[in-house]
């Protein structure tokens, strides 16, 4: 049985909004069945590995702004969040660097993403990346690829600052043009960057899959995390799945309704790994499988 399979089987028990068993096989290996339109040189290749560390701007993370916005910031009131963040991460970590991560193509990439908007992407994907970067070892880089409505730039504050799009569209734009250097050592952040029609082919394209080849081949020691749009509104979420090692699908509690989750996690179905993450729970819910903290402390939006 997936571990979907067993998250939906504990919904079901619990009498929450998802209920039917699952069929899907959630292993699957990378294919490249996504039309690839540009090419990129082994120069701009060689070009990311070079310059990776040659980060050039400073953001400094405001911890009191996170805090007011529910994030999970150190010495906020929320300090139930900073701990099952630190419990959500613990798989993935794994995963990434430990024993779990035989057989895993790609295992440090990480795609956040869910069925529908506003399901809590952008706030997973951010509590995650500031809770691993936290770690004193870990470094994260958390890449915006919601291209079309970016959120991470204005949750962080970072104006105007090329991004992903910038450097898939342009020959004369480096890695080190586009990463943003933060006040966490270990945290670097790629923007989403400026909107761009072909935003969609520029996702699904060769230079695409050779730049997220390169960050996990020559940064095994990075978690990479991709804030991604959701997977039944654009194609994007889908062509982003296939390019990482670890797919967290955020499902919103009491929301989120059990046909809409069974139709995202057919398009996920070539991924490696797939974690079910269930947001916005209420606290009394409690609910915790396969090891994984599900209930976010209280929602109060
Ligand atoms: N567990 C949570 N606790 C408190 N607030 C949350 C939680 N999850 C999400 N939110 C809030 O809900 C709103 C929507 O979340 P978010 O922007 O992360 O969703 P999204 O899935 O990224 O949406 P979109 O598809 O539009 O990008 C935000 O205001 C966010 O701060
Ligand atoms: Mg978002």
């Not at 952040?189 to 400026?194: F, L, S, V």
Request: aromatic residues 6%.
């Amino acid at each position: 049985m997936s571990i979907i399979e067993k998250a939906l089987n504990k919904l079901k028990n619990e009498d929450a909004v998802l209920n039917a068993n699952m069929g899907s096989n959630l292993k699957g290996s990378f294919d490249d069945t996504i039309p690839l339109t540009v090419v990129a040189t082994t120069n701009e290749i060689k070009e990311i590995s070079n310059e990776i560390n040659d980060e050039k701007l400073i953001l400094n993370i405001d911890w009191k702004h996170l805090s007011d916005l529910g994030f999970a910031a150190p010495g906020s009131s929320n300090s139930e969040a900073i701990e099952e963040y630190r419990n959500i991460k613990h798989p993935i970590v794994n995963n990434a660097f430990g024993k779990g991560s035989e057989g895993i193509t790609r295992a440090n990439l990480i795609l956040v993403t869910s069925s529908l908007p506003g399901e809590g992407k952008t706030f997973t994907a951010i509590n995650l990346a500031l809770s691993i970067a936290n770690e004193r070892d870990k470094k994260v880089l958390l890449i915006d690829a919601d291209v079309a409505r970016p959120s991470v730039s204005k949750v962080l504050g970072i104006n105007d600052s090329p991004g992903l799009i910038e450097y898939l569209d342009g020959a004369d734009v480096s890695f080190s043009d586009i990463i943003v250097r933060t006040s966490i050592p270990g945290l670097g952040i790629i923007p989403a960057g400026k909107l761009h029609k072909y935003s969609t082919e520029l996702l699904s394209s060769n230079k695409m899959a050779l730049f997220v080849e390169e960050l996990s081949n020559r940064y095994p020691d990075r978690i990479v995390i991709f804030d991604s749009p959701p997977l039944l509104a654009a194609t994007q979420g889908e062509v982003l799945a296939r390019l990482v090692g670890q797919v967290i699908l955020v499902i919103e509690a009491e929301q989120t309704l059990q046909n809409v989750v069974m139709e995202s996690v057919e398009k996920l179905a070539a991924c490696d790994v797939v974690l079910a993450l269930f947001n916005k729970t209420k606290r009394n819910m409690d609910i915790n499988y396969y090891g994984y903290g599900y209930g976010y402390g209280q929602y109060a939006h």
